[in-house]
């Protein structure tokens, strides 16, 4: 079973940044996937990046390329999303996710665990 915290969220004036954290435990791979989803209200959830090890390069939604980044720690078992030049249309509940599996980046139901999310405000 793995666990996911996620931390990091606030609110921000757009153009402005944040970084957002998730570590994970309870599990010992060498080839996983770690994301971000989020979700705004009456929206469904999609995806906003996805970093794999072993199975290829991060992937971006069109919407936050070049303005968001997620990298790992030298572990591995931290993801990290560095989010700038930030829009209102960022505002979201943002949640890590985690698989061990090669599926379509952004979908979300190939992910097998979830973290309890952390909201992003831009207003």
């Known amino acids: 079973h793995v666990q996911l915290v996620e931390s990091g969220g606030g609110s921000v004036q757009a153009g402005g940044s944040l970084r957002l954290s998730c570590a994970a435990s309870?599990?010992?791979?060498?080839?996983?996937?770690m994301g971000w989803f989020r979700q705004a209200p009456g929206k469904e959830r999609e995806g906003v990046a996805t970093?794999?090890?072993?199975?290829?390069?991060?992937s971006y939604s069109d919407s936050v390329k070049g303005r968001f980044v997620i990298s790992r720690d030298n572990i591995g078992t931290s993801v990290f999303l560095q989010m700038n030049n930030l829009k209102p249309e960022d505002t979201a509940m943002y949640y890590c996710a985690w698989r061990n599996r090669v599926a379509q980046w952004d979908d979300s139901g190939t992910y097998e665990f979830w973290g309890q999310g952390t909201q992003v405000t831009v207003s």
């Open positions: 970093d794999c090890r072993g199975f290829g390069v991060p």
């Open positions: 309870g599990y010992r791979v060498w080839r996983d996937c």
